[in-house]
């Protein structure tokens, strides 16, 4: 009897600290709403393409005086269909949240490399491979989450997931 009352007590422990975000990975704070009210429906979406070719980070997208949710996407990808459907009624609520959403190419990236000798060819290369690295970008929803003076607040990278969790409490609690 004192086994499982200990055992009960143990998974009462581990539900209330997880209820508090502890375990989920996501310790962040629902940002404060903030007095900015943007116009329409704050939702803009960019080809990533084009952020390569003009070799901007995501980063880039975060408008000042609002908070920024970046999001990495594929047409193709569930997980972000099903985020993607609590957009407007979130943004209904945060007046001061705005979304850029970034479509990754479905095929990948099509890319050539000129030179006459090997030596320009594998210098091309790896500068092509530093700069895909430098989005630490690994799979779809991408997530990064900037605050109002683009500050990160949350970012996914290759192994976790924190900003994509964050986003779907936050959207969950509002």
């Not at 422990?13 to 704070?29: D, L, M, R, T």
């Not at 970008?137 to 990160?152: K, L, W």
Request: aromatic share 10%; hydrophobic share 40%.
């Amino acid at each position: 009897m004192g086994k499982i009352l200990l055992i009960a007590i143990g998974f009462i422990v581990i539900i209330a600290i997880n209820k508090q975000g502890a375990f989920s990975g996501v310790s962040y704070e629902r940002p404060v709403v903030l007095d900015q009210q943007r116009s329409g429906r704050g939702i803009k979406t960019v080809e990533f393409n084009a952020l390569f070719e003009a070799e901007k980070p995501l980063s880039s997208l975060a408008k000042q005086h609002y908070y920024t949710v970046v999001e990495g996407y594929l047409d193709s990808c569930a997980i972000c269909k099903r985020l993607e459907a609590g957009f407007p009624a979130f943004l209904k609520q945060r007046k001061d949240v705005v979304i850029r959403r970034v479509r990754f190419p479905e095929a990948g990236m099509n890319v050539s490399f000129s030179g006459n000798d090997k030596a320009s060819i594998e210098q091309q290369v790896e500068s092509y491979n530093q700069r895909i690295k430098s989005y630490n970008f690994c799979s779809t929803p991408h997530i990064e989450i900037y605050g109002p003076a683009g500050q990160v607040i949350a970012a996914d990278n290759c192994t976790q997931k924190p900003a994509t969790a964050f986003l779907q409490q936050w959207i969950a609690q509002e």
